[in-house]
């Protein structure tokens, strides 16, 4: 699968086989843990959850500028329109819950991350 970065500048890839995932975004080849592009092919292919009426919120955030800049901001202006943030990370919380068990092993690429 391709996934591409939140501002749309970088493509990932993303393999999977017999339970074996790799991907060559910063967070899965260099550190080794499932980045997002791994954790987005997972809730496509339905192995993990995917709460539609809260992923509407964060379409079209461009994440690389954002997490420069102030993490907790997004969240901030979520809680002020009266969005329900708890129970944003009650489903991020259980995604991760997921993620620890899968019966899956991520590896790095071997491809290189785009610069």
Do not use: H
Not at 8 to 24: I, P
Not at 56 to 67: A, Q, S, V
């Amino acid at each position: 699968a391709v996934v591409l970065s939140s501002n749309r500048e970088k493509e990932y890839t993303v393999t999977w086989e017999n339970g074996v995932y790799t991907s060559n975004d910063n967070a899965s080849y260099w550190r080794g843990y499932a980045g997002y592009p791994i954790i987005a092919v997972l809730m496509l292919q339905k192995k993990l959850s995917l709460n539609s009426d809260i992923i509407d919120y964060f379409k079209g955030i461009n994440w690389t500028e954002l997490n420069k800049k102030y993490k907790a901001e997004v969240m901030d202006n979520l809680n002020r329109k009266n969005v329900n943030v708890s129970k944003i990370k009650e489903e991020v919380e259980k995604v991760y819950e997921e993620i620890k068990a899968l019966n899956i092993i991520c590896r790095r690429s071997s491809a290189r991350p785009p610069k």
